[in-house]
């Protein structure tokens, strides 16, 4: 923007319109202590960046999402939200304002593909995983006479303004409140600002339309769409995620294939030595298989032949593995968690107790959910029937997964 330009300073109302909601998540979350930076940390299964983002996609007038990332840790953002319908994420800069800035200049530069320059933008905190629909709405819906609008909680505590460890004065806390995200602006304003900004250095994206003389509009949020800055935030984000998962749902599967001619089976993600193979179209694993079904009967997803049809040459050979993420995918997407999955394995031969232990590690490390969450057992049929022959391997599952509701 040319140096002496003029800024918006107030814009006439403009009607419903495409909206896009950019997440910050280039942050290294020293704060923190972790390895990684927090919003690649998972809560109850699932990284923090991947809630946000989903709560995001999911919203009906929420148009798009473009994330803005630390390039270092591109690896961990592909794992957050592999399988979401993303665009390439944008490359931060030295400071949150520089990453929003970026990010606000990609959406611009990207019109009219893969998103089209919005009227609207939602400013949003990766670590802020637990904003709901509702304060979206209200955000997008308070841009149609405003030209920016924050979620904001009022401060309800005595506040302490302190010097050298002890109380120097009580701040009047009247009309104060505290700044959360997703903060909204018309797309043309906040760009603007942010270029007319660039090393200000200020703290969130109301000060740069502050800076610009741009009204912002409070709208009351909830405590529960706080930022996990440490530790304790994280076990509270799961406590929260918990209390909303009040729809319990129980799902089975079941499976069987033949021996076939080879040298080892796939089980619950394990070749197993064997003097047979099992005859299947992808690996044939019946532990996975049993399991996959079992999860999606428990969000009344249809089963594993109408996800991966046998007729499709694409699954011939298949890891199964790929099977059981899709269906613990779908599960996340309802904002779901897994409670419990538990297999059992039905064959006279091969032996599956010296398996058992990598059996549950494997499948715990395929749904991304705690050890303790898996149970593998075995079992024979005293000789009788086809897998007492020698025929085959059966497996049946049954799952445990907690919906929103």
């Known amino acids: 923007m040319p140096s002496g330009a003029p800024l918006p300073r107030s814009t006439p109302p403009v009607p419903a319109s495409p909206c896009v909601a950019l997440i910050v998540a280039g942050g290294s979350g020293q704060r923190f202590g972790a390895e990684r930076p927090k919003q690649y940390l998972?809560?109850?299964?699932?990284?923090?960046?991947?809630?946000?983002?989903?709560?995001?996609?999911?919203?009906?007038?929420?148009?798009?999402?473009?994330?803005?990332?630390?390039?270092?840790?591109?690896?961990?953002?592909?794992?957050?939200?592999?399988?979401?319908?993303?665009?390439?994420?944008?490359?931060?800069?030295?400071?949150?304002?520089d990453s929003v800035r970026n990010g606000l200049e990609a959406l611009a530069a990207d019109s009219p593909t893969p998103i089209p320059t919005p009227a609207r933008v939602l400013i949003h905190d990766a670590a802020r995983p637990l904003i709901d629909p509702a304060t979206i709405t209200a955000v997008i819906a308070a841009l149609d006479d405003a030209p920016g609008a924050i979620a904001a909680v009022p401060v309800t505590d005595t506040l302490k303004r302190g010097a050298d460890g002890l109380v120097a004065s009580t701040v009047e806390r009247t009309g104060l409140w505290r700044a959360q995200t997703p903060q909204g602006f018309r797309f043309d304003a906040i760009l603007h600002a942010h270029r007319a900004a660039a090393g200000l250095g200020l703290t969130d994206d109301a000060a740069v339309a502050e800076q610009a003389g741009l009204s912002v509009r409070l709208i009351p949020a909830t405590e529960d769409n706080f930022k996990v800055t440490t530790p304790d935030d994280l076990t509270r984000a799961a406590r929260v995620l918990m209390a909303g998962l009040g729809d319990v749902r129980t799902g089975t599967g079941f499976d069987v294939h033949r021996f076939t001619d080879g040298d080892f089976v796939t089980l619950c993600g394990l070749r197993v030595p064997h003097d047979k193979g099992l005859d299947g179209h992808s690996d044939a694993d019946v532990g996975l298989h049993a399991l996959t079904d079992a999860l999606l009967g428990a969000i009344a997803a249809g089963d594993i032949g109408s996800h991966f049809p046998p007729s499709d040459p694409q699954w011939r050979g298949a890891d199964s593995a790929r099977f059981l993420r899709h269906a613990a995918d779908l599960v996340a997407e309802r904002g779901g968690i897994i409670a419990h999955v538990d297999v059992t394995i039905v064959c006279e031969r091969p032996k599956v107790g010296p398996h058992r232990a990598a059996m549950a590690a494997r499948i715990a490390e395929i749904l991304g959910i705690a050890l303790d969450r898996v149970s593998v057992k075995a079992t024979t049929t005293e000789r009788l029937g086809f897998t007492g022959r020698g025929e085959g391997i059966a497996a049946q599952a049954a799952a445990t997964v907690r919906l929103p509701g």
């Open 42 to 97: 998972d809560v109850l299964g699932a990284p923090i960046l991947r809630r946000t983002v989903l709560a995001f996609l999911r919203h009906p007038q929420i148009s798009g999402v473009r994330v803005v990332i630390d390039p270092a840790w591109r690896a961990e953002y592909d794992r957050a939200v592999a399988g979401l319908d993303l665009p390439e994420p944008v490359a931060g800069g030295a400071t949150r304002q």
